[in-house]
């Protein structure tokens, strides 16, 4: 009886301890959470501080600091500074609010398509097709009218980001830009798209002179997996010479007979 007694009470006492390691294990790891979120609390208005700073290399530094750690408090300071007075710090300050994907960000950086730098421009647009937000459409769609070509393949391929399809009808006229990298931007849109009105405007692009603009009418033409483009496809195949490009084409023409019907 006694050794019952002994072991019952052995037993209750080492249930006891474990529960007590137990206890003090997770208050440990709650004290240790509040303290991480304390200190990175701190990190980040040490960075909003640094965003104020003289130096533009050390504004771009926090900012891209500051996307990169994804704290909404961020948010409003960083639309705040892409009226920074440096074309690098407003592209970097557009770049990291894209990274934050906060939908408040929308309009500022609808205005900031019409900033007078044009890679700042160029930033702009893709974040809008970053943020998803079909608000943008209007104003990536003038952007395709830029008198710069890398914001009007920025302002594309935001546009084909977006997937809505209302942008598929000032797209198709944009496989004409005098541009070849616009051009290719387009198309690689137009297949995002999956819109069946891109597809003969796409076969024509098979015969461009640019082989990065025929593949990426094969790419976005197998995307959209119209089976009526497969002759031209194939034809557009027969007649590349770049091996590596026919090679990516064949592929793509594989991909658009595989589609479902």
Do not use: W
């Amino acid at each position: 009886m006694k050794l019952c007694v002994i072991v019952t009470l052995a037993l209750s006492m080492s249930l006891q301890s474990r529960t007590c390691l137990a206890i003090a294990a997770r208050d440990t790891s709650l004290a240790q959470e509040a303290a991480s979120q304390k200190n990175q609390g701190d990190e980040i208005t040490k960075l909003l501080e640094r965003i104020k700073s003289q130096s533009p290399a050390e504004r771009r530094e926090a900012i891209d600091q500051l996307g990169d750690a994804g704290d909404p408090r961020a948010v409003v300071p960083l639309i705040a500074a892409l009226k920074d007075q440096d074309p690098d710090v407003r592209a970097s300050t557009a770049n990291a609010l894209g990274q934050l994907g906060d939908k408040r960000a929308i309009e500022p950086l609808t205005s900031m398509l019409n900033d007078e730098v044009s890679f700042v421009r160029a930033a702009s647009a893709r974040v809008l097709g970053q943020l998803g937000d079909a608000r943008a459409v209007d104003a990536l769609t003038g952007a395709l009218r830029d008198g710069n070509s890398t914001v009007r393949g920025a302002a594309a391929m935001g546009l084909g980001s977006l997937k809505d399809a209302r942008a598929v009808q000032a797209l198709i006229p944009a496989l004409r830009d005098e541009a070849p990298d616009v051009r290719a931007a387009v198309a690689a849109a137009l297949g995002d798209l999956h819109d069946k009105r891109s597809v003969g405007p796409l076969v024509q692009s098979l015969k461009d002179d640019y082989r990065m603009v025929k593949l990426a009418a094969a790419l976005a033409l197998a995307d959209i997996g119209d089976k009526s483009a497969a002759a031209a496809l194939n034809e557009a195949v027969a007649a590349e010479k770049d091996e590596e490009t026919r090679s990516q084409m064949k592929e793509a023409l594989k991909r658009l007979m595989a589609a479902p019907e």
